[in-house]
Every structure is written in C-alpha cells, then in structure tokens.
C-alpha cells in the first residue's frame, strides 16, 4: 500500500473543522480525555504486530528496538498521564497577601486550542503520539502529520487513527516538504516538531506569521565525557549499545566519545568485544541490528567516511544496496574534522583525543548546547549529591571531573545529562525531556507534556460586598489613602541594615484581622462597615 498525500487544498477546512469542535468543548471535560487516551492505549496494544511490521519494513528496525522504542514506552506513558490527569487539570489556589484576602485568585488549567504535531521518522510512533498524548490530556483538538518518509509506519496510523480516535477532533494528515509548507499556512494554537535544527528553523519562522508558540525537539551532537577512572568495559559496552540502537538513529544517541589518549586505547581494545557481544560475529547477519532509513542517508555518512581525517579502528563496511553501515569506530579524529561539524545520525562513532577533561570540557562548550551530556566516571567524588536547604529538599546529582574545575555539569550546558550511562532518561516518564538552545525549545513528557498544551489562565474573583474596602484605591489619592494601600498590599523591608522588623508582622496580623471582622460584620451590617472603614483611614492619619 502506498502513502496518499493529503490534497492541500482540503487542509483549512481539516483546522477549520478541528477549531470548531474545539469550540463547542467537546473535548474539555476529563471523562472525554480520560476515554480518548484508553483509546489509544489500545490502539498501541492491539496493534504491536503490525506497527512492528511496519517500523521493521521502514527501517528493519528489530523487534524488541520496535517494543522498547515505540510502543511500550508511548503505552506507559498514557498509562502515567491517566493517573494524575484529575490532578495536573484541577486549578491551583495561589497565596495572596493582606490585601487581596477577600479575593479568590487561582489559576485556571486550560486547553490551548487546536494544535499541529509533526513527527519524525526515526520513532515514527512514539515522536508522534507521544506529543499526541499531552494534547488529548490537555483538552486540545490535533492533527497528527507523520513523516513521509517512514511511509508503511504513516500508512498504518492512516488506517488505525480514525477507528480508535474521535475523528472530529484527531485528525491524520500527510505529505512532504510542499504539503508541509502549505499546512503552516493554517493558525494553529502550537506547533509540536521533532527532526533537524534547519527544518525547525523554518517551522519556528511558519509559527511566528502567526505568533503561534511551538515545542522543538530537534538534536545536536552529544557528547560523551571519558574520565580516567573510568571502567572502559563498562564505558564500551553502554556507548556502543546505545549508540548503535536503531543503527545510531536516535537524537539523544552518543554522538562522539571526548577522552585522553590512553582511554581511547583502551576502548579500542573492549569496543569490539561489546559488539560481539551484541550482535555476534557477523553485525550485518544479525537481527537486532536496525539499517539506514533511505539512501540519501547512506550517501551522506558514507561519504563523510571516505573524507574522514580520522584513523577507522573498527568497522567501515557499507553496502548501498542494503542501506547497511556496520558499526564504525573512527580513532584520532581531530576537533574540526568533517565528523565534528554536524550531529552524525547513523552507525559512526568519532574519538576526539583531548590532553584532559579541562580541554574537554572546553571544546564541548565551544560547539552548540546538546541535547544530551554522558559523563562516564567511577570515582566515588565523580557523582556529587548537593542538597540545598533554601531550596525545596530535592537532591541534584552532578557529575564532577578530577580536575581543580570541579563539576562537568557545573560548568557545561545541555538538554539533559546522564552520568554513566546513555540514552535511558528517556525512558523515565516523569523526566522533562527537551533541549536548550539549538537543541531544541520546550520540554515534554509526564506532566510536561500536558503543561505544554495547556494554558495556564490567572483568574480573580473580587466580591461585591469588599466595595467599601476597596474604595482606599479610588482617586482623589490622599495621602492617608496612599498609607493604607501600602500597608495592606505592599511589603516594607529595611534591606540595608538587614535586620527583621518585628512591627510588620504585628501589622500583618492585625490586618488579618481587620479583614476579617470587616468580611464578618459586611453582610450583616453595612453602616458597621462603613464605620470600620472610616476608622481605619482615621487611624492611618494618626
């Protein structure tokens, strides 16, 4: 079966249709979202075989990379947003000061509109309906654009989207680059984009005709940070299998090793009996190593191989017809070789030798900000635990190298960070997960996901029976009317001298409790408020 393209000319009434049953709030109320994210729980769990059929035919992506990857990671994730939805779209009552006491301010959990998610082909399933999940739960109205070129993948959502979702609010479209164009045309309330940083540019600019705000989870090259210390088996055998999971075609996939010299040899020496281990004698006859979306890729990669500067330590072999590029290791690779300029996306891993973590750490802040840091150390003053008291308890974890500069994470910046491991944050459904910079704009995941499509509405509700107590902010402004508002909605500090000033407490308790024989005596006696009132100016002009 061969992927339609959407006929363009349909695509504002396909918005127009999906703003209109956002208007009529179909989808607001909980037990509407709650039915719509069972629905696609089901979708993904009766289904597994045929989306693993699909993924399989797009990529040859291995079962259990198709499971770990697409399905059940996107499942729990619904199951983790069932789970809080009644909390996370409760409104929240704020703290308010003397002042606004008679006031109910609060803010309100709203969906933001009609929104656009346009996936990536590498996950085709989780990069698509994972944002689909946040938007459902949030209360929005979606079209889902797969990407064009995991085309069995868009074919099969094509086919399962209208039989389990509501149609008048999910919608499925497709198309390449033109058809994407066009479909920015349209307003939407925001736009979800995963793929490259030059196609989110272009995303971000189609947005801002509209000043529609937008989430981009695009990439970069991430690095991983080799300590001395470090157990170079261990190190070889997480970088490889995360690496090379889904044949390097993953945006959080170590991009580059950084290291000294003598953590590089040995490496070189434990690298291939990672692989073996993963993949047997023979990587290109194994079933769990994925190949190359399309040839375009293939001529991209192999050709930086052939200009290279680089030493290939280990791998190399490529074959056009099968979109097959073993796993590839290239040693002494210098920090301005073709390897380094951009994020790699494939089955070659780059060692850039360095004099020491310092210099490491240099080089990394030189290029954009990653989506993702691995430092690997085993010392046990590697990974520091800081609790800070003033704060709210939780405990940060840093890594640290051996150097006088201290911390890694101190002194870097990216997306995420994983300390002797790779890739597997993702994974944790209460993560944020997102880049910064040029790795990407906003987060999601768990409640992140649903904060992303919500709009957060600040709401204030004044009674009319405060009046006579608000009257102290209408004009004419007098000066004892000046005093009042001070004291009732304003701090006073004396920061200079930094000392505590017992009398505002005295003051703010007995404001409190001013307000509340005013709040008392204001529905059973209007005069006795008017009487409050006016003592309390009286007592200000003393």
């Keep these: 079966m061969t992927l339609t393209y959407t006929v363009t000319e349909a695509m504002p009434q396909i918005v127009e249709d999906l703003r209109k049953t956002f208007r009529s709030n179909v989808t607001k109320p909980l037990s509407y979202r709650k039915a719509q994210l069972k629905q696609l729980y089901l979708l993904l769990d009766e289904n597994e075989n045929l989306i693993f059929d699909a993924v399989h035919k797009d990529g040859r992506k291995p079962r259990a990379e198709a499971w770990l990857g697409e399905t059940v990671i996107t499942k729990e994730e619904i199951v983790e947003v069932l789970k809080n939805l009644d909390n996370w779209a409760a409104s929240e009552y704020v703290k308010v000061g003397m002042g606004h006491m008679l006031n109910s301010c609060h803010v309100r959990k709203e969906p933001v509109g009609t929104v656009l998610i346009i996936g990536s082909w590498n996950y085709p399933i989780a990069l698509l309906l994972g944002p689909l999940i946040g938007a459902i739960a949030a209360g929005c109205t979606a079209i889902c654009k797969p990407s064009e070129i995991a085309s069995h993948t868009a074919v099969l959502l094509d086919e399962l989207l209208p039989k389990y979702l509501d149609q008048s609010a999910y919608r499925i479209v497709h198309g390449g680059p033109e058809e994407t164009a066009i479909l920015l045309k349209c307003k939407f309330d925001h736009i979800f ?135 590839t290791i290239v040693a002494d690779v210098s920090k301005d070789d073709i390897l380094m300029q951009d994020e790699l996306f494939g089955p070659v891993l780059p060692i850039v030798v360095v004099d020491n973590l310092d210099d490491a750490i240099d080089y990394v802040n030189s290029k954009d900000s990653p989506l993702t840091i691995y430092p690997f150390s085993k010392n046990s003053k590697t990974i520091e635990y800081s609790e800070f008291p003033e704060s709210t308890g939780s405990i940060i974890i840093r890594a640290v190298t051996n150097t006088s500069d201290g911390l890694v994470l101190e002194n870097t910046r990216s997306g995420a960070a994983v300390t002797n491991d790779v890739i597997m944050h993702f994974s944790v459904t209460n993560l944020p997960f997102g880049g910064v910079g040029a790795s990407g704009i906003g987060s999601y995941h768990g409640k992140k996901s649903f904060d992303t499509f919500t709009h957060e509405r600040s709401t204030m509700n004044t009674p009319y029976y405060a009046e006579k107590f608000l009257e102290i902010r209408y004009p004419p402004y007098k000066e004892n009317k000046l005093k009042m508002l001070q004291w009732l909605f304003f701090s006073k500090r004396d920061y200079r001298n930094n000392k505590s000033v017992r009398i505002f407490t005295l003051k703010k308790f007995f404001g409190y409790s001013l307000i509340v024989v005013i709040l008392a005596y204001s529905l059973r006696n209007s005069n006795m408020l008017e009487s409050l009132v006016n003592f309390i100016k009286a007592w200000f002009k003393t």
């Design 193 to 327: 984009y995963t793929g490259s940083g030059s196609v989110g540019k272009s995303i971000m600019a189609a947005a801002a005709n509209h000043l529609t705000r937008v989430t981009l989870e695009l990439g970069g090259k991430s690095p991983v940070i080799v300590g001395n210390d470090a157990d170079p088996s261990i190190v070889a055998k997480r970088v490889a299998w995360g690496k090379f999971f889904n044949c390097g075609q993953t945006c959080i996939a170590p991009d580059y090793i950084i290291c000294e010299r003598s953590m590089q040899e040995a490496l070189l020496k434990h690298l291939p009996m990672a692989l073996k281990e993963l993949y047997g004698g023979d990587v290109k006859e194994s079933p769990d190593y994925a190949r190359l979306v399309s040839s375009k890729h293939f001529d991209r990669l192999a050709n930086m191989l052939t200009q290279t500067q680089g030493r290939v330590a280990i791998g190399g072999e490529t074959d056009l017809k099968e979109l097959y590029i073993s796993p």
